[in-house]
């Protein structure tokens, strides 16, 4: 059911994020950007909010004459604050909310990412503490709904020496303490949820925490151009002698109160605990999945550090030597970090499958799906492929889905990640005429699941991150499609058209003639190789 669920969310991101990339470019799609957008709402309600104090007055009656001062008489420049921090507020939760989906609906928050997941359910809560007790703020009629119906609702747990919704029975019961009391409640809050933010953050390696200039600077400029159209205004004063009337609700905080007001307490506080507890334990709920990680043979690692660049966990480390070998460090892989996307492979020099003469193990390998595996499975594809215009497509598990090639034309390598596949893999088809020609595949750009295996896959093939891919290759015999999970025809379209490209090229006469020794061991080591 849980598989079902899953599977249902991606496929709405998957639509909403083709929907989005017909308007944006594929870097500004605020889908693949929400948890920088999050980050972003945090910075803008943090400013508004430092400009808000100075006009705010903490007093029964002030508080309100205050905020009233600030919407109506400045509203060229506190009201607009005013209006960018409530703004900004309901942005944060709505990018929070759609981030937390979104990694749910990737299969990012289990096995060893539980982590992240676990870490951000307490931001979550205090997100919405922190707008709650923005609203009490304004002390408003909105405001004494919601400090009433919350109280109540607190008061069920009788963990309160005598009821808090006692304070707000009267007028004469409220003291200015109170707001003095909501103040550093609201500032405290978000503090704290910083501080778990760093937290969350800890098992993630360059996390994009700012969205692109662009995407920054257009959201930026909707929520002014929502403030001046729509600013933020109050409810008309609090007033406790009187039962408050119907109030707007925010629809983003307090989308829970209707139902606080009117069910049992029992029933809510057990409803909450329930999802609670569902929340926290979804890591762990059965489908277990768990992909061994990435293993270091020392034999084979010269301590480079490419694949401890290149780990989008933190999952390497580079540490002693365990061996006499004369290099100043080597690898170290920890299990309980490691996603096995395979990237490490991919970046490390070893990981040629040009080698013959030795069995073929990189520094670092994943054991599930080893580079010896992929040079397999590169060679049986290839034995499937005739006539002219052959292709090999490298693709990722998470991506576009791979069966359904065109027989004859071209064959499929899975790979867990794009970014798995050293850039020599794509020399050794073309340069032993396994294929006339090499298409890479995946999820969509700046989509990837495991956030850097398309970048650096880019990059290795630009020759700006090592390992590059060698200079004599022919560029012109590769193509990449980043069409992700919904880009079947595309793909599809794109092969059919590389490869009548291919078929029309004069043909490549292979650099190499394939090796056709038996393989060695690693313990007879052949410096050739190297
Ligand atoms: C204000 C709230 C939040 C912010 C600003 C935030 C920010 C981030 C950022 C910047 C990343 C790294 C993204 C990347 O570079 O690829 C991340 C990852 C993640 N977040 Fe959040 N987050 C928030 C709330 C949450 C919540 C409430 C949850 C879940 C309950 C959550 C679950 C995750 C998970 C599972 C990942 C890891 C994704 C992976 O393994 O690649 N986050 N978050
Ligand atoms: S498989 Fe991925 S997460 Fe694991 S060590 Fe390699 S690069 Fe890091
Ligand atoms: S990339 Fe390979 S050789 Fe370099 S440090 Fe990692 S395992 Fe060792």
């Not at 100075?54 to 509203?75: C, H, K, L, N, P």
């Not at 791979?402 to 390598?413: I, N």
């Not at 050293?422 to 088809?429: L, R, W």
Request: hydrophobic fraction near 45%.
């Amino acid at each position: 059911m849980i598989n079902t669920l899953r599977r249902s969310v991606r496929a709405v991101f998957d639509g909403g994020e083709a929907l989005l990339a017909k308007v944006f470019p594929s870097q500004w799609n605020p889908l693949l950007n929400l948890s920088a957008l999050s980050f972003l709402f945090y910075w803008v309600i943090t400013a508004s909010g430092i400009y808000l104090y100075i006009f705010f007055d903490t007093g029964v009656e002030q508080a309100y004459r205050s905020v009233e001062y600030i919407t109506q008489e400045q509203w060229y420049a506190a009201g607009i604050m005013r209006s960018m921090h409530r703004y900004a507020s309901d942005g944060l939760v709505l990018t929070m909310l759609l981030h937390v989906l979104r990694e749910f609906g990737l299969d990012r928050y289990r096995g060893v990412r539980w982590f992240s997941w676990v870490t951000g359910i307490p931001v979550a809560m205090l997100v919405f503490v922190a707008g709650i007790s923005g609203y009490w703020l304004v002390w408003d009629k909105l405001a004494q709904y919601v400090a009433i119906v919350s109280t109540e609702w607190l008061d069920q747990l009788r963990i309160f020496g005598a009821p808090i919704a006692r304070n707000f029975l009267s007028p004469e019961m409220l003291d200015s303490r109170f707001f003095t009391l909501m103040m550093f409640i609201h500032i405290a809050v978000p503090l704290i949820a910083l501080l778990i933010l760093w937290l969350h953050l800890q098992r993630i390696a360059k996390p994009r925490i700012n969205p692109p200039r662009g995407l920054a600077f257009g959201t930026f400029a909707s929520l002014l151009v929502l403030c001046l159209v729509h600013p933020a205004v109050s409810q008309g004063p609090a007033n406790l002698s009187e039962v408050p009337s119907p109030v707007g609700l925010d629809w983003f905080y307090l989308p829970a109160f209707p139902l606080l007001e009117t069910m049992p307490g029992p029933v809510t506080w057990g409803a909450a605990a329930a999802i609670l507890i569902m929340v926290v334990a979804l890591p762990w709920l059965p489908p277990l999945r768990k992909p061994k990680a990435a293993v270091v043979d020392p034999a084979n690692c010269n301590g480079c550090r490419r694949c401890y660049n290149d780990c989008p966990y933190t999952a390497i480390a580079m540490g002693q030597r365990s061996d006499d070998m004369p290099f100043a460090a080597q690898a170290v892989v920890d299990p309980s970090l490691c996603v096995a996307c395979g990237i490490c492979a991919g970046a490390c020099p070893r990981a040629t499958p040009f080698r013959k003469r030795t069995e073929l193990r990189p520094g670092i390998d994943l054991p599930e799906l080893t580079t010896a595996g992929v040079r397999s499975a590169v060679e049986r594809a290839a034995a499937t492929l005739q006539g002219k215009g052959r292709i090999i497509v490298f693709g990722c598990t998470s991506g576009v889905p791979l069966d359904g090639l065109p027989p004859g034309t071209a064959a499929s390598v899975p790979l867990n990640c794009i970014g798995q596949l050293a850039p020599s893999f794509i020399d050794y088809v073309l340069s032993m005429g396994l294929a006339d020609g090499v298409v890479l595949t995946g999820c969509t750009e700046c989509g990837c699941r495991a956030r850097f295996g398309i970048e650096w896959t880019e990059r290795r093939l630009a020759r700006e991150r090592h390992p590059y891919l060698r200079n004599g290759v022919p560029l012109e015999r590769t193509r990449t499609a980043w069409v992700g999970r919904r880009g079947r025809k595309k793909l599809l379209a794109l092969i059919g058209r590389f490869s009548d490209e291919l078929a029309a090229m004069p043909p490549s006469e292979p650099a190499y003639e394939p090796i056709r020794r038996p393989p060695r061991t690693v313990q007879e080591k052949d410096t050739v190789d190297a």
